[in-house]
């Protein structure tokens, strides 16, 4: 995965995890995909997903 990674990245960028792709689009780490599904407007976040803090109830 690195040197497809490094292939969009750069040499010389530090590669961190998680490192996404879409559909075979790259998307690059968590803030990017955070980026794109901003500007890709996919609606509601599904109600699996938590944001730190939360508590999940059954």
């Known amino acids: 995965m690195i040197p497809e990674v490094?292939?969009?990245?750069?040499?010389?960028?530090p590669v961190t995890v998680p490192q996404i792709w879409l559909e075979g689009e790259y998307i690059g780490g968590a803030d990017?995909?955070?980026?794109?599904?901003?500007r890709h407007d996919l609606g509601n976040?599904?109600?699996?997903?938590?944001?730190?803090g939360e508590k999940h109830v059954s």
Do not use: M
């Open 6 to 13: 490094k292939a969009h990245i750069g040499l010389k960028t």
């Open 32 to 38: 990017s995909l955070e980026k794109w599904l901003s």
């Open 45 to 52: 976040t599904p109600d699996n997903v938590l944001e730190f």
